[in-house]
């Protein structure tokens, strides 16, 4: 089930991510022909299709939200239901040391449904449970089926070993009393030494655990006490009342195998309800990307009559369809204040804005949730970092240390802090390779040194810093650090605590989420010695007139309402890019990046910036260059308006770095992962041309 959904998402890379932007499909042979004899059909036969569809995908939308429903309702069942039969575990559950020669396997299915996987696996382990000999030649092991499915599959092969077939159940799940009856039935027809209950434990919409829980006899427990075996001795258990240790047992086993059994058909049921769910999210995709491949043939995204070639996404990045769906949900369905109200919307949106901030924590690991401030954006998370801890920690003639090639947001809020504590800037300039110089940087931590402000990877020079070395050599000195992580955590696995940075920030609106939200991640213990930076509602514990005192962790940062539904669509974009993996993300954007780079530094009159690319230097997916004689926002703009092709052109608020090149400004082509090779090959077709368009005039 969890394989099946990968690759129908893997397939969905590149067949369906931009709304309502579309990007040319990179189509195999033998999908280009099946499709040209779409394009030669009639329009109205394309929109009946389409329309067709659509409908298939909203049914199975609302099969879906069925589906979740139902299994909401059957978890909360399952989970009550554990503490019933747990505590008798060691009593009656544990592997005995006596011999156990009728083994019986009750095997848990389903009468109907979509569940095959669920139910061919649990008869794989009753099959597997038959072939095991338990105790020697003379055991031997029984089936007791529970559900349609199980039997067909196992009366083909071993119907001589069905003791008993309980088939057209009235409800699924059943309820207690159903199940206690079949309980009693079963032990009243079949005798048993060992019950192996065989069913599928839910784990996730995706997953589920094959598992087998054990009911023994009243006799194999009473003859384990007997040879002093490792089972729980009964005389640890006090009979109260006339009955014999014999009775008690016998209403014990009958109710622990009740309730392991009820157990046991919820935890089925929820598995099936989330296999019912998966496929229907499967089928619904492949009904969204039929009508991706069906709006592709007649509604092709063009700027000024030419594919669009977005390469762009260092400044910001696309949006899957999920994000903008997930930012009209929040409006749409569950719009509210968060933190405020205990109304269903305020608490739907409290929770759905909580979660994202642990999918951010998740996504980077960090050690817990409230080491993530949500924040306007990156700048302000700088900013934050400047003006709380800079300004209560730094003293004149402390240093900071940054490099040349910092974004002006790395830059400018420090120059603040200085101004205003008399602590010294120290800029790290570039080496021969033009990569920040690591040996230089590695001088300049002193023991001045308070703290390090570095980026992860240049948005100018696509170059890869040694972030974790880094850290070391300023922790060495007591300095703290912090990392713009802005172009490298849309791209690759971040890990803050294998890097052990101190301070972290990045962008939404990079890594395919809303703008207006970004968040600094920063060590517990520094958040929480560093004062408010902005005051107002939420970050407060109490106010007084004379004074107010704060709100722990991460509320003391996050004064006023906060921007919810960019939240909750950020938290959406890293469900999209963890589905993906970021492994694969960087992998394929490193193949990507080196393309891009050779094509490039072979246009004659064309200087790339930043490191060669080797196997043992990495460059990000972008190129930032100047072509000889021509200003690159000409070239910008020729390649916009004469091809489509979208890319930045400016000194990309790395002003020092560009005087430090010698010039004012470049060019730049940034990739992401739903780029291709094609739009690199249309990219350099079109700048070829530009090149020569503009030296006609020379």
């Known amino acids: ?368 949730s409230r080491e993530i401030v949500f924040t306007r954006n990156a700048t302000e998370a700088i900013n934050l970092v400047a003006y709380s801890w800079g300004l209560s920690n730094l003293k004149e003639g402390d240093e900071v240390i940054l490099t040349i090639a910092e974004h002006h947001s790395a830059i400018v809020p420090w120059q603040f802090v200085a101004q205003k504590t008399g602590a010294v800037l120290k800029f790290v300039n570039l080496g021969e390779d033009e990569v920040p110089d690591v040996g230089k940087l590695r001088e300049m931590i002193s023991k001045r040194a308070k703290l390090v402000v570095v980026h992860h990877v240049s948005n100018v020079l696509a170059s890869v810093l040694p972030i974790d070395q880094v850290v070391s050599w300023a922790h060495d000195v007591g300095a703290k650090v912090l990392v713009d992580a802005c172009q490298s955590v849309p791209h690759m696995v971040v890990d803050v605590r294998s890097l052990d940075t101190d301070f972290l920030v990045a962008s939404s609106h990079k890594m395919c989420g809303p703008t207006g939200i970004g968040f600094l991640y920063g060590k517990s213990e520094l958040l929480s010695s560093m004062p408010p930076f902005l005051g107002g509602g939420e970050m407060i514990a109490d106010v007084y007139l004379d004074h107010s005192t704060y709100a722990e962790l991460p509320s003391k940062f996050e004064a006023g309402t906060p921007a919810i539904g960019e939240a909750i669509g950020l938290g959406t974009a890293i469900d999209y890019l963890s589905a993906i993996g970021m492994q694969k993300i960087h992998e394929y954007e490193v193949e990507l990046a080196n393309y891009l780079y050779d094509r490039l530094s072979s246009v004659p009159s064309v200087r790339v910036y930043g490191p060669k690319p080797s196997r043992s230097v990495t460059r990000a997916a972008l190129c930032s260059f100047n072509v000889e004689d021509v200003h690159p926002t000409d070239i910008a703009t020729f390649l916009d308006q004469q091809h489509g092709v979208a890319i930045r052109s400016g000194h990309h608020c790395a002003q020092p770095l560009h005087r430090y090149l010698g010039v004012n400004s470049s060019a730049r082509a940034s990739l992401h992962f739903y780029n291709t090779k094609e739009d690199v090959d249309d990219f350099i077709i079109s700048l070829y041309d530009t090149i020569n368009f503009f030296a006609s005039f020379k």
Request: charged content about 25%; glycine content about 6%; overall charge positive.
């Open 1 to 368: 089930m969890a394989m099946a959904t990968s690759r129908c998402q893997g397939r969905r890379i590149a067949a369906s991510f931009f709304s309502p932007i579309t990007i040319r499909h990179s189509l195999a042979s033998s999908e280009e022909s099946a499709f040209s004899g779409v394009r030669s059909i009639s329009t109205q036969i394309v929109r009946n299709r389409m329309k067709s569809v659509k409908n298939i995908q909203k049914i199975t939308k609302a099969m879906k939200m069925v589906a979740a429903s139902k299994l909401r309702a059957i978890q909360t069942k399952a989970e009550n239901s554990r503490g019933l039969w747990q505590p008798f575990t060691a009593l009656l559950g544990d592997l005995p040391s006596v011999e156990v020669k009728k083994n019986v396997a009750v095997t848990i299915s389903s009468d109907k449904g979509l569940c095959g996987g669920i139910n061919s696996t649990a008869v794989k382990i009753s099959r597997g449970l038959h072939k095991l000999n338990f105790g020697g030649p003379e055991t031997e092991c029984k089936y007791v089926i529970l559900g349609e499915k199980a039997k067909a599959q196992l009366i083909r092969d071993s119907k001589k070993d069905i003791e008993l077939s309980i088939t057209e159940l009235q409800k699924n799940p059943l309820n207690y009393s159903q199940v206690a009856m079949l309980a009693d039935d079963i032990l009243k027809n079949v005798e048993y030494d060992a019950l192996r209950i065989v069913y599928s434990k839910f784990q996730s919409v995706v997953s589920f655990i094959p598992s087998v829980s054990t009911v023994l006899s009243p006799e194999v427990v009473e003859r384990e006490a007997e040879a002093g075996g490792k089972l729980a001795e009964l005389d640890l258990y006090e009979v109260e009342g006339g009955e014999a240790k014999s009775e008690v047992l016998q209403n014990l086993t009958e109710f622990q195998f009740s309730c392991v059994m009820f157990n046991a058909v919820l935890e089925n049921a929820c598995s099936e309800q989330g296999a019912r769910m998966s496929a229907m999210d499967s089928s619904s995709r492949n009904a969204g990307e039929m009508l991706d491949r069906l709006t592709l043939t007649y509604n092709r995204f063009e700027v000024n009559g030419k594919r669009l070639v977005y390469l762009d996404n260092a400044a910001t990045s696309q949006k899957p369809a999920a994000v903008v769906d997930a930012l009209r949900n929040y409006y749409e369905l569950y719009n509210s204040n968060v933190h405020r109200g205990i109304h269903y919307l305020s608490a739907k949106a409290t929770d759905e804005y909580e979660l994202a901030r642990q999918k951010v924590s998740n996504f980077i690991n960090a050690s817990e």
